[in-house]
């Protein structure tokens, strides 16, 4: 099986101001499509190459471990955008938030503070747990919840340079903070199950 570039749910200047329509397209047409262009030489002719991405995921290491989860963590990074602005969570999951942060305000905040606090590339989680309960979790470049036993991954923001530095410089606080206002989060609820 060959892995595709999946398309983006919407036009690549829909972002904008968030992220621009020059980000979108490197981070998705170059940077996510070479890590399916690696994933797919790396699994050819092997006892992978039937398995799906969250199957190598659970058991390849070393470079197929990195090319598939980024594979993975793109798209369904990019799938979770949307050209709306400023939608807000609601019911079950709006409830999960602020029993566990406060309020959604303070959710954002510190999920950013977190994805600031990564060191180097990486990436910051919503995820829901394996007691059910929501929890925000940093991991360090491909790293991917997939791995955690029974984690449920919700929402993610790419702090790796390459996701904000055409448009934010060294100011990834700037650059994370922004994207809030293109969650679909009729999405990250459907996730939420
Ligand atoms: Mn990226």
Redesign the pocket.
Known sequence: MSFQLPDLPYAEDALEPAISAKTVFF?HNK??AAYLSNTNKLIEGTAFENDSLEDIIRKADGALFNNAA?SW??AF?FRQFTAEKGLMPEGRLKEKIEKKWGSFEHFKDEFVINGVGQFGSGWVWLIKNKNNELEILKTANAGNPLTMEGCVPLLTF?V?E??YYLDYQNRRGDGLHALWDIINWREIEKRFV
Do not use: K, L
């Open positions: 981070h940077h996510e980024q963590n793109h990074y790419d790796w390459h996701a």
